[in-house]
């Protein structure tokens, strides 16, 4: 009895604890509607929305994510609130810790507009966005002319095939295979690593090598969510790391995000340098749509991409198409005391990539891809 008397209070004095933490407060930076958005049991939507003013202060109930404002069915990046706007969710980019040290700079934000649907075709697609920041391999898959590239770095995206109403839809048809699937968001109330990894800002410090980002991973990551936990996972995060970073963390754990900047490449580690969650690169309007065609129709045009990724220095990891070489397809595989590194190589491709432990480097040459698989 005496042991049950003792685990209560245990239990009440961890909740206490949990729940006495007070809210992020965030500031609203220009003039925003909320939206309230419920769904009534005829499958109709009940809408309420709220303006609020530049310099008001919001409270986040700890959960950010890619929503829909269901009068327009535009996707946008959403913070939800709490306290006095409880349920009710607002645009990510429309607001800022109050308390953070600096903001992001133009080197790293990008205002990205509503992703778009298609009237004729349940298919979202970003809006007209002039540059992104996706995973740097998908230079490698959009650089090799065949979208089954893709499917070497993220195998288990295939699952997305199915069959409807006796009709087969492959996994490129859909929609969460399109760039969207890898692009990373900085905003300064909040981060989007690929399509699933979601997290809220606490303070924003720059540093000389780029940034130091205090955040809370979101509640409403899709490890939260109760539908084919095991085969979504995957596909919905576009980096070779992940895995590692959620057995170490769960929603809701405060961490520090370290972001390298070196040009257009960035380095995005975890809580120092031993866990690299990915590296991206920013890439400009062409290098979007030539990749969603790519996807979409197998076909592309490399020759619109005059401007690929750039270091800080000015140099390129890539070679135009027309100094493409070509090489003898290879493959081997070499062992070390730490890792198995597997080699392969692929004509038509013009460059190499190397992933070590998930980093992707490109570089000048014969494409030469080294798989660098930690051992146990």
């Given at each position: 009895m005496k042991k049950t008397v003792i685990l209560v209070i245990v239990s009440i004095l961890m909740n206490v604890v949990l729940f006495a933490e007070e809210p992020l407060a965030y500031k609203v930076t220009e003039t925003s509607e909320a939206y309230n958005q419920i769904l009534k049991g005829n499958g109709?939507?009940?809408?309420?929305?709220?303006?609020?003013?530049?310099?008001?202060?919001?409270?986040?109930?700890?959960?950010?994510?890619?929503?829909?404002?269901?009068?327009?069915?535009?996707?946008?990046?959403?913070?939800?609130?709490?306290?006095?706007?409880?349920?009710?969710?607002i645009q990510v980019k429309n607001i800022s810790p109050v308390n953070t040290e600096n903001v992001f700079g133009k080197e790293i934000f990008i205002d990205y507009p509503p992703d778009r649907s298609f009237?004729?075709?349940?298919?979202?697609?970003?809006?007209?966005?002039?540059?992104?920041?996706?995973?740097?391999?998908y230079c490698y898959v959009l650089k090799s002319e065949d979208r089954e590239t893709l499917l070497k770095f993220n195998s288990t995206i295939k699952i997305l095939s199915q069959t409807m109403?006796?009709?087969?839809?492959?996994?490129?048809?859909?929609?969460r295979s399109d760039i969207r699937n890898g692009r990373c968001i900085f905003y300064n109330a909040a981060i989007k690593i690929g399509e699933g990894t979601n997290f809220l800002v606490k303070n924003i410090k720059k540093t000389e090598y780029g940034y130091a980002v205090n955040c809370i991973e979101s509640a409403s990551d899709y490890r939260e969510s109760d539908f084919r936990y095991d085969e979504y996972l995957t596909y919905f995060e576009?980096?070779?790391?992940?895995?590692?970073?959620?057995?170490?963390?769960?929603?809701?754990?405060?961490?520090?995000?370290?972001?390298?900047?070196?040009?257009?490449?960035?380095?995005?580690?975890?809580?120092?340098?031993?866990?690299?969650?990915?590296?991206?690169?920013?890439?400009?309007?062409?290098?979007?749509?030539?990749?969603?065609s790519l996807i979409r129709n197998n076909t592309c045009n490399l020759s619109r991409i005059t401007s690929w990724p750039k270091r800080a220095d000015g140099s390129m990891d890539y070679q135009s198409p027309a100094l493409a070489t070509d090489f003898n397809n290879t493959e081997e595989t070499e062992n070390t005391n730490n890792s198995t590194i597997e080699k392969s190589t692929k004509k038509?491709?013009?460059?190499?990539?190397?992933?070590?432990?998930?980093?992707?480097?490109?570089?000048?040459?014969?494409?030469?891809?080294?798989?660098?698989?930690?051992k146990a």
């Open positions: 109709k939507w009940d809408i309420t929305v709220k303006t609020l003013n530049k310099g008001d202060i919001v409270y986040s109930n700890g959960k950010v994510k890619s929503d829909f404002i269901r009068s327009t069915w535009d996707q946008v990046f959403m913070m939800f609130l709490a306290e006095a706007y409880d349920g009710y969710g009237e004729d075709e349940h298919y979202y697609s970003p809006g007209d966005v002039k540059e992104m920041w996706v995973p740097a391999y109403g006796g009709t087969i839809v492959y996994w490129y048809e859909d929609d576009a980096f070779q790391d992940t895995s590692e970073f959620y057995n170490k963390y769960n929603p809701g754990d405060e961490m520090t995000l370290y972001l390298y900047l070196d040009g257009d490449y960035m380095d995005i580690y975890v809580d120092g340098k031993d866990l690299h969650l990915g590296t991206i690169v920013k890439v400009k309007k062409e290098f979007i749509e030539e990749y969603q038509g491709s013009g460059f190499k990539i190397i992933l070590i432990a998930g980093i992707a480097v490109l570089l000048g040459g014969g494409a030469t891809v080294f798989l660098i698989k930690r």
